[in-house]
C-alpha cells in the first residue's frame, strides 16, 4: 500500500510543497487527506506517523516523514533533472533556496497563514514583515536573472524550488502583499501552472475551514449552500 498522507490543501503549506512535486513527476501513489485541527487529528496521525504530523509517504511499508525528506525521495524515485536541475550549480542553489523557505521567514508565516482559497485584508507592516517580503523579493528576481532565462520559473524548468515557493506565492495573493514587476512576473507563472490550479480548485471544494485567534486555532464544517 502507498500513500501520501496529507493535511488540508487549503491550509497545509508543509504538505502541498510536497504533494506538487509527487503531481509534477507522477508519483503512483494514492492521496489520502486528515483534517487538521480536529479532535480526533491528533489520534488518527499517531497511528501512523512517528511525528503525528503531515506531511507523510508511506511507500511499500516504509515510512518517510518531513516535506523536505519526501521531496528529496521522490526526486531519486524520479531520476534526474525531474524534481531538482541537472545542471550541478543551479541544483545546489536550487536547495539552498527550498531550504531558506523550509526554515525561514517566520514573520510572514505568522502573519499570513496560508489560506489559498480566502482573500484578507493585509496586516501590519511591521520591520520583520517587511524584511521577509524584500528578501523573498529579491531572492525570486535574483534566482530568474541568473537561472531562469529558460522559462518562467526559478529556474527556467519547474522545480522543487517552485514548490516550495508556491504557498509564499498564495500568501502574496492572499493578503495583497506588495511585489516588484519582475517577482511578481515569477508569482504569476506559478499560479497558472496546471498542476498548481488543480490543487488550487481542490482546496476550494474542501468542506473544512480553520481559523486563527488569541486563543489558538479553531476547525469545523462549511455550511452548504442552499
Not at 62 to 68: G, N, R, V
Not at 192 to 216: N, Q
Request: aromatic fraction near 12%; proline fraction near 9%.
Amino acid at each position: 500500500m502507498n500513500q501520501f498522507v496529507l493535511g488540508n490543501l487549503n491550509y497545509s503549506s508543509w504538505s502541498i510543497r510536497p504533494l506538487l512535486v509527487a503531481r509534477h513527476v507522477g508519483l503512483p501513489v494514492e492521496e489520502v487527506i486528515i483534517p487538521l485541527d480536529f479532535p480526533e487529528t491528533s489520534a488518527k496521525l499517531q497511528e501512523i506517523s512517528p511525528t503525528a504530523r503531515v506531511p507523510l509517504l508511506i511507500w511499500n511499508g516504509e515510512t518517510i516523514w518531513e516535506s523536505l525528506a519526501i521531496t528529496e525521495w521522490i526526486a531519486e524515485w524520479a531520476g534526474p533533472g525531474a524534481v531538482w536541475p541537472e545542471d550541478p550549480t543551479a541544483r545546489s542553489v536550487a536547495r539552498a533556496a527550498a531550504c531558506e523557505m523550509h526554515a525561514g521567514f517566520a514573520a510572514l508565516r505568522a502573519a499570513c497563514p496560508m489560506d489559498i482559497r480566502a482573500r484578507h485584508a493585509a496586516p501590519d507592516m511591521t520591520p520583520a514583515l517587511a524584511a521577509d517580503i524584500a528578501r523573498i523579493d529579491s531572492l525570486w528576481t535574483g534566482l530568474r536573472d541568473r537561472f531562469g532565462k529558460s522559462g518562467p520559473f526559478l529556474f527556467g524548468k519547474w522545480s522543487a524550488a517552485d514548490a516550495f515557493y508556491a504557498p509564499v506565492v498564495t500568501r502574496f495573493r492572499t493578503y495583497s502583499l506588495p511585489l516588484s514587476a519582475p517577482a511578481q512576473a515569477y508569482a504569476d507563472a506559478v499560479l497558472a501552472d496546471p498542476v498548481f490550479l488543480k490543487l488550487e480548485a481542490e482546496a476550494a471544494a474542501e468542506p473544512w475551514w480553520i481559523r486563527y485567534g488569541p486563543d489558538g486555532r479553531s476547525s469545523g464544517y462549511l455550511k452548504p449552500e442552499g
